[in-house]
């Protein structure tokens, strides 16, 4: 556990969802939820050549949570970062957001909130009232003295929201008796596509890295009818693949060129992605996807600096909102480990730290099927929708698909 001056440490890990007020905080808090996922990703981005999977929803919930016991200057950079105007909005934003995401029928989508606290020790009756009834939060006493026993605890919990995807979030030696808090989130998906692959038509193909080198992958085939677009601003292909509750997508971005996927993460970096799938059409596409199963541990800590969030990692942080006690509090430690598999049946994500959108397209019918063959770096991002916008739950950038256990 890094010591600063004498600071007491909060730890926040997060694992790698006409208008009413609610729908109004709702509908900023996923606005700002998009802008957090693209200036995260472009951060997380400029490690070339890697694979990239995270959950924005889960790190922006969680930080939202944190934001609710911030005052002064740590609020105002909570509230720069998080892209809204103020707390209440995150609070009111995110209560409306859990129930409708733990509410959608036909998948398995869980996101659950937990704040630990060392024992004996009290929150502000307003925090606790924010975290309980705003981010529908367990709140639980623990002995961070033992740091063996309460590393198992919060790690049982992880595995049991996450359907024991993600494991050993945390270390013994992270927990010490300088730590007064821990605040998680744990979102879980599970769905079947709508419209399934066929296991016979899965076969061994080439992928290629770049211009140059390839890997063999398992290569999911079908041809189906399926939203999709080519766009020009991009140069590259959209596509949508829906689950069995049509509001869940996966989208995929792929880039019209081999090398192409640099060029498309920089036109990303000026796209709303709540508004990725506008003015597409559903002719017929034959698609060709990798099998692929990855998973990705973070540590969020120089990101979010990057973002502005900087000072709430030093002893000049304001956390009074939070504890009972007189204690300062800052930032030690934020980790965030994200798990995606994507096989013939469907998609299995999870991270520990998402619309029926009307489409704005022409239905046009084409003599000839579109093509869509991911046999380069791609993008996806794991989506809910609803009429009036698009819930960005999970991101994430392929570039080996190979990391496989099949």
Known sequence: MLFRLGFFHLLILTQSTAMSSDDNT???????????????????????????????ISIHSILSLAAQGAKGDSQKAFIKALQ???????????????????????????????????????LQDEFKSKAVDYFLSEVQNID??????????????????????????????????????????AIYFKGKWAEPFDRKSTKTEKFY?????????????????FYFKNDEALDAKVLELPYTNRDLSMIVILPNQ????DDL??????????????????????????????????DLEE????????????????????????EPLCISKVIHKAFIEVNEEGAEAAAATAV?????????????PEKFVVDRPFMVLLTTADEKTRYVLFAGKITNPVNLDY
């Not at 009111?92 to 036909?106: F, P, T, V």
């Not at 081999?258 to 996927?261: K, V």
Request: with cysteine.
């Open 26 to 56: 709702l509908s900023a808090v996923l606005q700002g939820n998009a802008l957090f996922t693209r200036n995260a990703y472009q951060i997380f981005a400029e490690e070339k050549g890697k694979n990239i999977f995270f959950s924005p």
């Open 84 to 122: 809204v105007s103020d707390i209440q909005t995150l609070a009111s934003g995110y209560q409306s957001a859990m129930k409708k995401l733990n509410s959608i029928e036909d998948v398995t989508l869980l996101m659950a909130n937990k704040v630990y606290v060392k024992q004996s020790y009290l």
């Open 144 to 185: 961070f003295t033992k740091n063996i026993d309460a590393a198992k605890t919060i790690n049982n919990w992880v595995e049991g929201k996450t359907n024991s995807k993600i494991k050993d979030l945390i270390q013994p030696d992270d927990l010490d008796d300088y730590t007064r808090l821990i605040l998680i989130n």
């Open 209 to 225: 890295l770049n211009k140059t080198d390839t890997i063999d992958v398992q290569m999911m085939h079908t041809k189906k009818k």
């Open 258 to 261: 081999i090398d192409g996927i």
């Open 265 to 298: 993460e920089a036109k990303l970096a000026k796209t709303d992605l709540t508004k990725i799938t506008e003015n597409m059409y559903r002719p017929d596409v034959i698609v060709a996807l990798p099998k692929f199963k990855i998973e990705t541990t973070i």
């Open 303 to 326: 990101p979010l600096k990057k973002m502005g969030l900087d000072v709430v990692f030093t002893e000049n942080a304001d956390f009074s909102g939070m504890l009972k006690s007189p």
């Open 356 to 368: 029926s959108m009307v489409y704005l397209c022409a239905f046009i019918e084409t003599s000839d």
